[in-house]
């Protein structure tokens, strides 16, 4: 999760998602990831203080900024990096299954929050983004 000025996805030069201030979410699902899971997380999102408040201190979610939430799915962030020179993806979930669980993730940020933006599930992809700060945490769920 990253907070940004603005951010971008594009696919075959096509711009696919578009925000201007808020979260840049890169999503990588495990194996034991769960549907149930995606509901936690997006209110996680939602309500995680990384905005900063008057006072300039991290106390602000999304839900007070109303800043845009771009969700990206990417596999690679899955990666088994613990040994050797080259990333293994056995501890990332199966394609199919990581595309299920990313779009109930999507889902129920559309049901819950505007603007949502999202990449392109599998397709190479041009993120481009301002961090701003930078700002940036792993959240797990």
């Known amino acids: 999760m990253q907070r940004v000025s ?18 840049l979410v890169l999503v990588g699902v495990q194996p034991n990831d769960r549907a149930d899971s995606c509901e936690r997380m997006i ?17 602000r979610s999304l839900r007070e900024t109303g800043g ?3 969700l990206v799915s990417q596999f690679t962030l899955a990666a088994d990096t613990r040994s050797g020179l080259r990333p293994g993806f056995s501890t990332a979930a199966a394609p199919a299954r990581a595309e299920e669980l990313f779009d109930c993730l999507v889902g129920l940020a559309r049901a819950r929050w505007d603007p ?12 481009e983004l301002v961090n701003d700060g930078p700002v940036t945490f792993l959240l797990e769920n």
């Open 68 to 70: 845009g939430l771009l």
């Open 43 to 59: 209110e996680k999102l939602l309500a995680y203080r990384v905005f900063a408040d008057e006072s300039g201190k991290m106390n």
């Open 116 to 127: 949502v933006a999202t990449g392109r599930f599998g397709a190479h992809m041009e993120v």
């Open 6 to 23: 603005r951010a971008a996805v594009r696919v075959d030069g096509e711009a696919v998602g578009t925000i201007g201030p808020g979260l």
